[in-house]
Nanobody, 113 residues
Framework: QVRVVESGGGLVQAGGSLTISCTAS????????MGWYRQAPGKQREMVAL???????NYADSVKGGLTISRDTTKNTVYLQMSSLKPEDTAGYYC???????WGQGTQVTVSS
């Protein structure tokens, strides 16, 4: 059974940094690309960062200023490092298994002014 669990969200002050994690079960990073997406209430879900099965990364042009997506294959975990956070970054952040469009439950990131 596929399972992805996001963690690490919370409240951070504007300009601060935060790293969120996605731990996956039932998949392999050798065969599955992963992505981070975010969605604010009443808004469309949007792509933030992607990491391919080969480890290459891509970022949304609008949010690539302070982002790093990485993975630890030994822990089957994908990370999203965020810096210089702004209130408009407030959203639920979701981990996606690309090939099967499987989503985690999300972790909330709230950036205060």
């Amino acid at each position: 059974q596929v399972r992805v669990v996001e963690s690490g969200g919370g409240l951070v002050q504007a300009g601060g940094s935060l790293t969120i994690s996605c731990t996956a079960s039932g998949i392999s990073f050798d065969t599955n690309a992963m992505g981070w997406y975010r969605q604010a209430p009443g808004k469309q879900r949007e792509m933030v960062a992607l990491i391919s099965r080969g480890g290459s990364t891509n970022y949304a042009d609008s949010v690539k200023g302070g982002l790093t997506i990485s993975r630890d294959t030994t822990k089957n975990t994908v990370y999203l490092q965020m810096s210089s956070l702004k209130p408009e970054d407030t959203a639920g952040y979701y981990c996606k298994v690309s090939q099967i469009d499987y989503w985690g439950q999300g972790t909330q990131v709230t950036v205060s002014s």
